[in-house]
């Protein structure tokens, strides 16, 4: 019997793959054996990134250098991809950013460049691999949401709804492409630590104290706890999950309906 988590013979783009939570998820496509391509603005982050994972997991990776917040960028980018290995397995739209503050002081500029990298950049991605993919008779989607998908986040409100909208786009998609083989699913991180979170801890004193108490597992995420889902979400072993999400969060979304007696 086949290995359905094998990745072999399949190659994966993995936008803003050269840290963090999109590392951890290269990783993880790259530990079952696909080709990886890490998207990102930073060329030499990206290189990097690359390097690592050939030399730890010994498939081929190379660095792409693409803006999902420019739509000719993600156009050459995805383009340069099919030109190269001649075909697009799996989808990872993880690029993102975030500007924190309260939602009065938000210009329209700020909230524009949010949802333009956030979701617009995600929609984009994923329109620019669906004719291969759709050729190919099969693919795979995974989309990159976060706790804030769900709850919301009073000091990043723009954020918070391009992750909303993830959500949506993920089941918008999934109803969309289904009949074509494309699968698309998403993952809901809670608190990882990552750069993006190393300035969030700056910015907001005891918010690393607050993350550890309200997460029932007491502790931050890693990018490593995104390697197994994406192995999962990307090959045959989920052949029949389609526009779901997944949390990554330690039980932190769950932390209001549980009671701890330890």
């Not at 986040?153 to 992750?163: M, R, T």
């Not at 959500?167 to 750069?195: E, K």
């Amino acid at each position: 019997m086949k290995d359905l988590f094998s990745l072999e013979g399949t190659v994966s783009i993995v936008t803003g793959g050269n840290s963090g939570i999109g590392k951890g998820i290269a990783d993880g496509l790259a530990m079952k054996g696909s080709t990886i391509v890490v998207a990102g603005r930073d060329e030499a982050k990206s290189a990097d990134a690359a390097a690592d994972i050939k030399k730890r997991f010994g498939v081929a990776s190379t660095p792409l250098v693409l803006d999902v917040g420019v739509p000719e960028s993600v156009e050459a980018g995805i383009s340069r991809v099919i030109d190269q290995y001649g075909r697009v397995d799996c989808l990872v739209n993880n690029a993102g950013i975030n500007i924190r503050k309260m939602p009065q002081e938000y210009t329209v500029d700020e909230w524009d460049k949010i949802i333009d990298v956030n979701l617009r950049g995600a929609f984009l991605c994923s329109k620019a691999v669906y004719p291969t993919m759709k050729a190919q008779g099969r693919g795979k989607i995974i989309n990159t949401g976060s706790a804030t998908s769900l709850l919301g986040l009073g000091k990043a409100v723009p954020y918070a709804c391009s992750k909303m909208g993830i959500l949506s786009l993920t089941y918008s998609l999934a109803l969309a492409w289904a009949r074509d083989g494309i699968f698309v699913n998403c993952i809901i991180p809670g608190w990882i630590d990552t750069p993006l979170t190393e300035q969030a801890r700056r910015d907001f004193p005891g918010l690393s104290d607050y993350v550890e108490s309200r997460t029932p597992m007491g502790r931050w995420g890693q990018k490593d706890d995104f390697m197994g889902i994406a192995a999962f979400l990307a090959s045959a072993a989920s052949d029949y999950v389609t526009g779901e999400y997944f949390r990554i969060d330690g039980g932190y979304c769950q932390h209001g309906n549980t009671v701890s007696f330890t």
